[in-house]
């Protein structure tokens, strides 16, 4: 009989229950029946914030909601759920077996507490019965057992139990720059955890009481909000009216009777005004049973503002309006109401009762409601919260993401206060300040970071204006609709000079002096000498930058991924002053993409990358504007045909992390086949090359060179960087002159100006075997004794295949008849016993096919192989392989495509696809979780190029609508999208578009290795 009761009770359960009615019927106190009927009214949100915005990141965040009135399709939660910045967001009613997910848009976001209200279409619910929370701010009072129903944890439904402990806790002190303020919160020990944030705090009665907020770490404790002024919100957005909210720019805390007589308020005060019943009979926090236990007392004011000129630290509030307030609620309710007006505030200030006219602000007009875009970086003007945390004036232009332009001279999360000296102190005249200056110039900006407690001060920095990165748009919010609206901000294309400037007398010679800077005392320069002296006019310094998004072969720890710029610096030499060319090392250099600037004594000027060796690390730069005066930019150094050796010594010259020139004497340790490892992700690793290795490293140089006591060089010294489970390690070694020389001839040939520069390759990685090993092979696979004795009368070593790259070779599999194992002792018909040999003999047969005008058929040279000790001839293909590194871009919502690389190639067999580099934060691939290494196909149409990518905006409609579906009107559009990872593993996911804030957009490069160009794409 027990067993039957028990299953007619769960099958009771599978029936909704009607909330509203059980409250109504006063059959709401079972916690089983009111949680089955309140679950259904519970949604787990996942929102991405698509930008930076005051100082919140961009990506994707979990949370929870409960909706509060179904006929409107309204869902309450925090404020730091949905963000107060551009998102997208959706719910998924988690208390429906149908686990329905539909889209919601912001409705309003309150200003300074931590609540917002979305809105969804309640017509789309099929299978989710349509049950609503109401609210009870009164309900919520201590001794109140209380039930936590949210996505706690990430779990989608969770259920924790709590009482209620305290209803006048101050606001929590967060991390961040947003602090709720002049309000309470309420203390329970419930153990909320991520996930649940906007989870309804239920009674037994099934109302919420409060909205779970935040959590203290290490504990049980959960904070909520109270609902009083989320109750006023809700109502008038019912009635669609907008919702008041007023600010003294001033922040109150709570604070106990003792504290406050201490302060000089009288005892008489508190013990008739504050706890003779008239405070305790109005609409609040207390009641006649929870009488107040202390008085609100100014905390803060944010410098600048009307009330911080009257008001001081230290204040007792203690009339409001004329009536006594010592509790949060009527402060605010007093506050909404008088937006725009004079308000009467009397306070306690050393036992003096002052009555001060305050006027109240609008807190929504102290809320950034638009931001800037350049460059990747993201400005809008200083939020309240920033303000008031870090006690600063509401002016300035706040840096959310510093970007490519304004990382070089400050971080994000700083203030701008200036630009070219015109004072940026809102978002507008920081745009009409940038609007004025022209591309590739470099501009002063004055800023200064609030949040860096150990240094206030002003700081002046240079910074370069390039708008090549991302478009220069300004985005505003619709405040009626809720909607971000963009518009392109156009600037100058040509420096254009000052009104100052142009207007001035130049025969006016005291304001030509007054013009002029003071005399500043000038430091004693030292004349160079030795290597110094004699490549003064031949070696430069290059600075190379990137961002994180746009890092397609640098290696990089995780303490650099944090960085809003990634930046090298080395050495690099002139090879053709006439041409502007430059050749320096992978390790300064490590892609084409990127700004590039070239110094050379007080000269810097810009640079693109010409050409970049696909074997060594070598890259060849071209200034993009080459000085007309003779000799403006320096000369071109002399490289020496030397073959070093160990025990040799030379001279190492390099720059300094400054920029500045030194010198060193170093000596030859070893010269011997490198061994490079493999880097995941895959990135470009050195090969084949007999490197020389210095017994020290010159202290504090990445890159530089090393020649003889005239300036002759005879190596190229550069670090290759490796991470190792989260550790970066460096190897340092030279390049051999005679690997440079190959690509200076094609560089000074004339007749080869408009080709190419080519490098021929076996596609072949070469690894030394010992002799001695190889007498101790079996006599079935060992060589033979003349191949032994050949071998011997050159060195210790023979030149052994260690692998093969099947991407680039025939066929897929590598060169038809060499196989991992085989010792290559000849290339036509001569005999090699090192990698030098080897690529030299190449270079003849290439030359030779130049001479006899045959260049464009395949060349082939006969090999020598021993396999197993058995010698053969294989006549293979020799591959003329073109400068490396991605020249074009595809941004395509979010992913960053290219062309699969060259290193990504060389492992092995690879998916047919283009190759995601990254994934960039805030857009749809990050938001849906989009897997794998290359994009593989787009609703079952295959990706194997750019170009089949490209063509998917004009195929599919989805792609082609610049406005994103509404939450309450159009379906979702969603696209299937299928991508496989390094090891040929498959995902399919499906990707929601979003046009708006991720239009398809292109970075491509200019022809012969020019500047780099943005473009976004239309269907």
């Not at 006063?26 to 915005?53: C, H």
């Not at 008001?311 to 409001?320: R, Y």
């Not at 895959?682 to 003889?708: F, H, K, Q, T, V």
Request: glycine share 8%; charged share 25%; proline share 6%.
């Amino acid at each position: 009989r027990r067993c039957l009761r028990g299953m007619a009770a769960l099958a009771s359960l599978d029936t909704p229950v009607d909330l509203a009615q059980a409250i109504t019927d006063g059959t709401s106190g079972n916690w089983q029946t009111m949680l089955e009927a309140a679950k259904l009214a519970v949604v787990a949100l996942r929102v991405t914030a698509v930008r930076s915005f005051a100082d919140d990141t961009p990506g994707a965040h979990c949370g929870t909601g409960f909706v509060v009135d179904a006929e409107r399709g309204l869902v309450l939660t925090n404020r730091h759920v949905c963000t107060c910045g551009p998102a997208r967001a959706a719910a998924t009613f988690v208390g429906s077996a149908s686990m329905e997910e539909l889209p919601v848009e912001v409705v309003y976001v309150d200003p300074g507490h931590d609540f917002a209200f979305l809105r969804f279409n309640p017509l789309r619910l099929k299978n989710t019965p349509r049950e609503e929370i109401p609210l009870d701010p009164a309900g919520c009072r201590v001794g109140e057992e209380i039930r936590v129903v949210g996505n706690d944890s990430n779990e989608k439904l969770q259920i924790l139990t709590g009482t209620i402990a305290r209803v006048d806790r101050n606001a929590p002190e967060l991390d961040g720059d947003y602090q709720d303020e002049n309000t309470f919160y309420v203390l329970a020990g419930a153990g909320s955890r991520g996930g649940s944030s906007g989870s309804p705090v239920l009674s037994r009665h099934g109302q919420a009481v409060a909205l779970n907020a935040a959590a203290r770490g290490g504990t049980m404790h959960a904070l909520f909000l109270p609902l009083h002024r989320v109750q006023r919100a809700l109502d008038s957005v019912r009635q669609g009216l907008f919702v008041t909210r007023g600010t003294l720019c001033t922040a109150f805390t709570y604070m106990s009777f003792p504290e406050c007589l201490r302060l000089g308020v009288s005892e008489e005060f508190v013990q008739k005004a504050v706890l003779g019943g008239e405070v305790a009979a109005l609409k609040g926090t207390f009641t006649e049973s929870s009488p107040p236990s202390g008085m609100l007392k100014v905390r803060r004011c944010v410098p600048g503002s009307a009330a911080a000129a009257m008001l001081k630290p230290g204040d007792v509030l203690l009339e409001i309006g004329g009536k006594p307030c010592v509790d949060f609620v009527l402060l605010e309710e007093a506050l909404d109401e008088a937006v725009g007006q004079v308000l009467k505030v009397a306070v306690c200030r050393g036992s003096q009762r002052l009555e001060l006219d305050l006027t109240v602000d609008d807190l929504h007009s102290l809320i950034p409601h638009a931001f800037l875009e350049l460059g990747l970086g993201v400005f809008h003007e200083v939020p309240y919260q920033t303000a008031q945390k870090h006690h600063i004036p509401l002016k300035g232009v706040y840096v959310a993401q510093a970007g490519f332009i304004f990382s070089e001279g400050v971080k994000s999360d700083t203030v701008v206060l200036k630009v070219n000296e015109i004072p940026c102190n809102n978002l507008r005249a920081f745009e009409d300040a940038l609007r004025q200056i022209p591309d590739n110039e470099y501009f002063c900006i004055q800023w200064m970071a609030p949040n860096n407690a150990k240094d206030r001060r002003k700081k002046e920095g240079l910074v370069k204006m390039q708008r090549h990165w991302s478009a220069f748009r300004s985005w505003s919010l619709d405040r009626a609709t809720r909607t971000w609206l963009p518009q392109h901000v156009e600037g100058p294309a040509i420096a254009t000079a000052t009104h100052e400037e142009a207007n001035a007398s130049p025969e006016d010679p005291l304001a030509a002096a007054l013009a002029l800077p003071p005399p500043a005392k000038r430091q004693k320069k030292v004349k160079p000498t030795g290597p110094v002296a004699a490549l003064d006019r031949s070696l430069c310094s290059v600075i190379f930058r990137t961002v994180p998004n746009f890092d397609t072969d640098l290696v990089v720890d995780e303490q650099e991924e944090e960085n809003d710029i990634l930046c090298r610096r080395g050495a690099g030499i002139i090879i053709n002053a006439e041409s502007g060319l430059i050749l320096t090392d992978r390790g300064t250099v490590p892609q084409p993409l990127g700004d590039i600037e070239v110094t050379l004594g007080e000269v810097s000027l810009a640079a693109s990358v010409c050409f970049v060796h696909p074997l060594h690390s070598l890259v060849v730069l071209r200034l993009d504007e080459v000085p007309k005066e003779e000799g403006a930019f320096g000369v071109a150094a002399i490289i020496e045909d030397r073959c070093l050796q160990a025990g040799d010594e030379a001279d190492f010259v390099g720059v300094d992390a400054r920029g500045k020139r030194f010198a060193s004497r170093v000596k030859v340790q070893a010269v011997r086949l490198g061994e490079f490892p493999r880097q995941l992700p895959p990135r470009w690793r050195e090969r084949n090359l007999e490197a020389i290795y210095l017994a020290e490293d010159p202290s504090g140089a990445s890159s530089g060179i090393i020649c003889d006591g005239e300036g002759r060089v005879q190596g190229l010294y550069t670090v290759a960087t490796s991470i190792d489970e989260g550790q970066a390690s460096r190897c340092a070694y030279c390049i051999p002159a005679y690997t440079l020389l190959p690509i200076l001839e094609q560089v000074h040939n004339k007749a080869m100006a408009e080709a190419a520069i080519v490098v021929p390759s076996l596609e072949l990685e070469l690894r030394q075997v010992g002799l001695q090993r190889l007498r101790r092979l079996p006599s079935r696979i060992r060589p033979a004794a003349e191949w032994l004795k050949r071998i011997g009368t050159v060195g210790e070593f023979a030149l052994q295949v260690a692998g093969m790259i099947p991407s680039v070779a025939s066929g897929g599999d590598g060169i038809s008849g060499i196989a991992e194992n085989d010792l290559l002792v000849a290339v036509g018909g001569e005999f090699v016993a090192s990698a030098q040999a080897v690529e030299a003999k190449l270079q003849e047969a290439h030359a030779a096919a130049r001479a006899k005008g045959v260049e464009g058929h395949p060349l082939k040279v006969r090999l020598t192989l021993l396999t197993k000790g058995q010698p053969r001839e294989v006549e293979a293909e020799v591959r003329l392989l073109e400068s490396d590194g991605v020249r074009r871009l595809y941004c395509w919502h979010g992913m960053v495509l290219q062309e699969t690389p060259r290193a990504v190639r060389e492992m092995g067999k690879i998916p047919t696809g283009v190759y995601i580099s990254r994934t960039m934060l805030g857009s749809p691939a990050e938001a849906d979780n989009v897997e794998g290494d290359f994009l593989v196909a787009v609703d079952g149409r295959p990706t194997p190029t750019l170009e089949a990518v490209l063509e998917l905006n004009k195929r599919l409609p989805v792609l082609a609508n610049p406005t994103p579906a509404r939450a309450c009107g159009g379906d979702r559009r969603h696209l299937r999208v299928e991508t496989a990872d390094l090891s040929g593993r498959r995902f399919v996911t499906t990707l929601e578009p979003d046009p708006l804030f991720w239009p398809p957009s292109e970075l491509q490069q200019g022809p012969q290795g020019g500047a780099w160009l943005y473009a976004e794409l239309s269907a």
